[in-house]
């Protein structure tokens, strides 16, 4: 029924916590075509993880995927997905990798039996051939002494180290999509580069679509076709790349944009640019989230939730100030 390689439909995500529902994800719609890098940039809290969590049916409890919810994969509803279509899908046709890579590798295998192990789950190859491709899986991953590598431990190895290893296990059945939360946070400056031109390099040539999750512009501005810019658990912006940053529309995509880090200011400057704090998502505003902090609330924003409008052909936004032109 679909088109697109991934299209997300309305999707609601709650936490039932002692204070009460916490609304992560509030009804955000979005699409991801083959081999394309899409960006979902926001601040911290605005729900980007459990987006990602929610694609790889990661949501357990206190979390549930609210009825209504769509998450299409080829046209096929992940969220019908029974235990054994899902573990296919999970790190055969979609991989994931984390900030953290450390948490996410199994401290007590060996980095070579973790690739083999990706790969022996999914497709019915001998050992000989598994430890075959794990090798030049390292080699690929831009790993010196390959061979080495395999033998060694997670905690043998550096971040940047660890990073790439889990990159090798997220390409290792070639996936149609990789999710990346956040993964050169962790990192230091010079390397998180490096491991951002892999990730870029590898999607190209295996033909993967990327979800790219990430809080900073300068990263989206490097790699991403397409952006989605999240705010209070709702897609607010989404479009090209260049509409984001050249037909900017919504005033929140504006202060992300401007906060940018740039190098004629300090970085106290910076940590300025985005003032306030994200609403409560137990008791989301009825009005536009953001309006607390943006600087040309009119009184509609106070009552009414803006619904999204189509600006061009991939660009829309959600943002009264549209209605007005
Ligand atoms: N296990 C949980 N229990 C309760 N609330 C949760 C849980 N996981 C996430 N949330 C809530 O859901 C909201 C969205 O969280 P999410 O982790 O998706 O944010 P994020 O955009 O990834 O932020 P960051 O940039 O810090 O990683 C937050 O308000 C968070 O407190
Ligand atoms: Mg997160």
């Known amino acids: 029924m679909s088109e697109h390689l991934l299209e997300i439909e309305n999707l609601r995500v709650s936490y039932r916590i002692y204070a009460g529902e916490v609304q992560s994800v509030r009804g955000i719609s979005f699409c991801l075509d083959a081999g394309e890098i ?24 206190p979390g549930t995927i609210l009825p209504g919810s769509h998450i299409y994969y080829k046209g096929e509803d992940i969220l019908t997905f029974d235990e054994r279509r899902l573990a296919m899908f999970r790190g055969g046709e979609c991989s994931i990798i984390f900030q953290d890579a450390l948490t996410s590798l199994n401290p007590t295998m060996t980095v070579g039996k973790q690739i083999m192990e990706n790969i022996r789950h999914h497709r019915n190859v001998s050992k000989a051939r598994a430890r075959e491709e794990a090798i030049e899986l390292l080699k690929k991953v831009g790993l010196s ?4 590598r395999f033998r060694q431990y997670p905690h043998e190895l550096s971040g940047g180290m660890r ?5 090798a296990i997220a390409f290792a059945n070639r996936p149609k999509i990789l999710i990346a939360d956040e993964p050169t946070t962790a990192l230091d400056v010079t390397i998180q580069a490096q491991i951002m031109d892999l990730i870029k390099k590898l999607a190209r040539e295996e033909g993967t679509a990327v979800i790219l999750i990430t809080h900073d512009m300068g990263v989206v501005a490097n790699v991403a076709e397409r952006i989605a810019v999240m705010y209070a658990g709702k897609i607010v912006e989404q479009g090209d790349a260049d509409s984001i940053f050249y037909q900017t529309a919504h005033p929140y995509t504006e202060i992300l944009l401007a906060a940018v880090p740039r190098l004629d200011l300090n970085s106290e400057e910076e940590l300025t640019a985005i003032r306030g704090t994200p609403p409560d998502l137990i008791n989301p505003p009825a009005g536009c989230a953001f309006c607390t902090r943006c600087g040309r609330t009119m009184e509609v924003c106070l009552r009414e ?7 061009g052909e991939t660009h829309q936004a959600a943002c009264f100030l549209l209605n007005m032109e």
């Open 305 to 311: 939730a803006p619904e999204m409008l189509r600006l």
């Open 38 to 61: 899409l960006a979902i940039v926001g601040e911290s809290g605005c729900g980007k993880s459990v987006t990602a969590k929610s694609i790889m049916r990661l949501i357990h409890e």
């Open 145 to 148: 002494e390959p061979e080495r």
């Open 163 to 167: 990073q790439r290893v889990m990159i």
